[in-house]
């Protein structure tokens, strides 16, 4: 007689690094969650044998952009689909991209639609932050406080971008409701008017190749913006997170804050480690286009700044920002086909696949961070950020079986290696040590090399309020 398997699944022999601790231990998983945790547990259905492997819970990235609705021609390059089983590849088993309000639009319609977007495509769980882009008193009293209470529980805000930005009073107007319900505010700062003055200027000189988007956005411009945010905040009394921060100026102001005593947490992303505005370009050509993104990319004293920051806790969350256009399309970063001015170029790269790879090569491997502030900065704080933690971003009996199975090797990133539907990679030639051998979602197999997901597979993820806000009567 058979005897029945107490397991669904069991990942034996795993070296487990969850943001805490590093143990051994065999996973064992009924129902998609993990019940167990010790060696020698009995036996699964399906058994894995991680051979003594690094094993951490799965990347969740909380700032990534997916069929997001774009001013025609432009067009995100990742949908639902492509995007999440590009995350899957490389180790990311939660998405957080973005409902974004049109000015004009209701919450709830960009809202609505977006869940569109995601139904039945998903390989991985997502959840929504919003971003609010026309704060009318419906919004402000109804829509956003109703949103929050069903699962929306951050939202971002932009400093910059004429079809995006608030101007300082709404921003308080905003912050106001996240400090009432209980939401956590992302803020993309960028000080416009100083951009669209310096763009002006560079245009009137001619200098408007893809180079010169760096030139436009020096860092005083997120230093300004950083320091506004940071102000803003505190009058609201309010904690807030200042989203992909890309050098020493916005760091100094945040170290500031924090110094005395204010609620500022703070992202950081691969590009302000790995790249320089010298890959917007040192001549006019059009290739560095394909590295425009905001902020700019700054220098190599820059990237240690950042370094520095990610090993010493000023920053929280470390995330792709995930913008994805192709570089030789119409709807990309050549719009209608033309080669056009640096305003022109849709802001954003690719980065879903490499953010963790780039990471734990670099940060874990290269000696500059622990594993366990690995796993930290890249799935647990991103979940207690945005309320999915428990559920997400740990190892620990409850929780989702989300695993990654790490295995160390050396090789040269190439595009053709990655799943996502851009032409590019910002990383083409990087030498990397270390890429998933397995990411498990759910107690699923989705990549062992070859990627096994099912579009459908991943769900909707209402999230709680923010674990890292504070619990006000
Ligand atoms: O250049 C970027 N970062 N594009 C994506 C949109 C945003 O501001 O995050
Ligand atoms: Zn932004
Ligand atoms: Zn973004």
Known sequence: MNTPHPFDFVLRNARVATASDTFDADIAVVGGRIVQLGTGLAGGAREIDAAGRVVTPGGVDAHCHLDQPMASPLRM????????????????????????????????????????????????????????SDPTPKVLNEELPALIREGYTSFKIYMTYDDLKLDDGQILDVLSVAREHGAMAMIHAENADCIEWLTRKLEAAGRTAPRFHAHSRPMLVEREATHRA???????????????????????????????????????????????????????????????????????????????????????????????????????????????????????????????????????????????????????????????????????????????????????????????????????????????????????????????GRAGRGRFLACDAPSLLPRRA
């Open 230 to 452: 940071i102000a803003l905040s505190q009058l609201v009394d309010v904690p807030i997170l200042i989203v992909h921060v890309s050098g020493r100026e916005a760091v100094e102001q945040i170290r500031w804050a924090r110094a005395h005593g204010l609620s500022v947490f703070a992202e950081t992303c691969p590009q302000y480690l790995f790249l320089t505005a010298a890959d917007l370009g040192l001549d006019d050509s059009y290739q560095g286009a394909r590295c425009v993104c905001s902020p700019p990319p700054r220098d190599k004293a820059n990237q240690e700044v950042i370094w520095n920051g990610l090993n010493d806790g000023l920053f929280t969350v470390f995330s792709s920002d995930h913008a994805p256009f192709r570089y030789d399309a119409p709807e990309g970063k050549k719009p209608g086909g033309e080669e056009v001015a640096f305003r022109h170029i849709p802001n954003g790269i690719p980065g879903l696949e490499t953010r963790l790879p780039l990471l734990y090569s670099e940060g874990v491997l290269g000696g500059r961070m622990t594993l366990n502030r690995f796993v930290e900065l890249t799935s647990t704080n991103p979940a207690k950020a945005y309320g999915l933690h428990p559920r997400k971003g740990t190892i620990a009996v409850g929780s989702d079986a989300d695993l990654v199975v790490w295995e160390e090797r050396e090789f040269v990133l190439r595009n053709t290696d990655l799943h996502h539907n851009v032409d590019y990679t910002p990383y083409e030639g990087q030498r990397l040590r270390a890429w998933p051998a397995l990411t498990i979602a759910g107690g699923e197999l989705l990549w062992d090399g070859q990627f096994h």
């Open 77 to 132: 390059a990742d949908d639902f689909e492509s995007g999440t089983r590009s995350a899957a590849c490389g180790g990311t088993t939660t998405v957080i991209p973005f409902a974004a309000q049109e000015k004009g639009q209701s919450l709830r319609t960009a809202v609505a639609d977006y869940h569109q977007r995601a139904e039945g495509r998903a390989h991985v769980d997502y959840a929504f932050h919003l971003i609010v």
